[in-house]
């Protein structure tokens, strides 16, 4: 072949949710983008590695320690520092997606309706639990805090079932909450799960007795739940329209809703263990942090990496060196990209447009410009 592919620019996130690990006091943030991976620094959000090129695209990935686990093809592949290393033993059982980890396990959901378990060190599958799709179609999963050996297992048909992996034992299963359950977290109180439901319900359930001791409700399904852990009882939701509802859970109201926060749907939102830092991203291409720091609970942008969340039509080099390049694309935005560092790409300036989308309760996206037909660029300032 003449020329072959060098690098990508322009990638920082897809519909895959992100995966936030600690080292120390520092935190990262690694993202699916198609076939590979990234990982950034969540400080400047800086690109620290690349992973490798996979045959088909990414479906999930965490991180832990030095290592991403990453779903693709069917197979778990394991990464250190952006290179493959090794691989969890083959489950054979289709695609895996909601890739988990708790104490020496990882755990998945399977295409035909099970949860694997693998050993993390020795990298063996440890067990499977299987379900019927019928009577309980398997959507999420999480370890509850304290619960040893112990996970919860939450259904499209809106029960949960609390499950040891250690002995295969289905210890508990609850009656169906009317909804289907998209997602699950642990809440700070001991015993107690945030469900987010398909029907815009948030239902903070003790899992030990039995009983929910608070619901709320948003607009649209919830994608995603997060809780502030610096001594303020604030609960954050995501939905499929890219807004974050957020919620005064001493009062059990909604205190603000950041209406189009992104431009497509938020798969994952996370607070910063100890911080007032919100980090958010989306399949529109983008990872934003939130900082809140006003009296009020309404949180201000503070940092962003952004790319096109739609296909650019035209791209030309700026500049004799060949550093930079120019792109307007179909989501109507004109871009920067520097082929050198990544952390000087940008979005050339429409204006304050999330706020004046905050003012007039429209979209960012239906606020920018037309669609650029035709640009020039000159290095020579005016």
Not at 143 to 148: D, F, G, I, Q, R
Not at 177 to 188: D, E, K, L, T
Not at 221 to 236: E, G, K, L, Y
Not at 346 to 375: H, N
Request: aromatic residues 8%; proline residues 3%.
């Amino acid at each position: 072949r003449l020329y072959d592919p060098y690098r990508a620019i322009g990638y920082i996130t897809s519909n895959v949710a992100h995966s936030i690990q600690y080292r120390g006091q520092t935190a990262f943030i690694t993202t699916g983008i198609g076939r590979s991976f990234h990982v950034y620094d969540v400080e400047k959000i800086g690109l620290l590695f690349v992973g490798p090129h996979f045959t088909s695209d990414v479906v999930s990935v965490v991180s832990i320690g030095d290592e991403t686990f990453v779903s693709v093809d069917g197979r778990v592949v394991v990464c250190r520092r952006g290179k493959q290393v090794g691989e969890l033993e083959y489950a054979d059982r289709g695609e895996l997606s909601s890739l988990m980890h708790f104490g020496d396990y990882i755990l998945a959901i399977s295409a035909d309706n099970t949860v694997v378990v693998w050993n993390k060190e020795s990298r063996e599958m440890f067990t499977e639990l299987e379900f019927v799709n019928e009577s309980f179609q398997v959507t999420s999963i999480v370890h509850p805090s304290t619960y040893v050996n112990k996970i919860v297992v939450g259904s499209a048909q809106g029960a949960v079932q609390v499950w040891n992996v250690q002995t295969r034992r289905c210890l508990f299963e609850s009656k169906s909450f009317g909804s289907g359950i998209a997602c699950m977290v642990q809440a700070p109180a001991i015993d107690v799960l945030a469900l987010g439901l398909l029907d815009g319900r948030i239902i903070l359930h003790n899992v030990r007795q039995d009983r929910s001791v608070m619901q709320l409700a948003q607009e649209g399904r919830v994608t995603a739940v997060s809780f502030r852990t610096d001594d303020v009882p604030m609960m954050a939701t995501a939905n499929a329209s890219g807004d974050v509802a957020l919620w005064n859970l001493d009062n059990k109201r909604l205190v603000h809703v950041m209406q189009a926060a992104h431009d497509s749907t938020i798969p994952s939102i996370d607070f910063l263990n100890g911080q007032p830092l919100l980090v958010t991203s989306s399949s529109d291409n983008s990872i934003k942090e939130w900082v809140f720091e006003s009296k009020d609970g309404v949180p201000r942008l503070l940092r962003q990496r952004s790319g096109h969340y739609s296909a650019p039509h035209m791209i030309r080099y700026h500049g004799h060196k060949g550093f930079d390049i120019m792109s307007a694309g179909r989501d109507r935005t004109l871009r920067l990209f520097s082929v050198i560092k990544d952390a000087q790409s940008t979005e050339m300036s429409q204006g304050s447009l999330l706020r004046e989308a905050r003012k007039t309760g429209t979209k960012v996206a239906d606020l920018r410009l037309p669609q650029v037909a035709a640009f020039a660029t000159n290095e020579t300032m005016a």
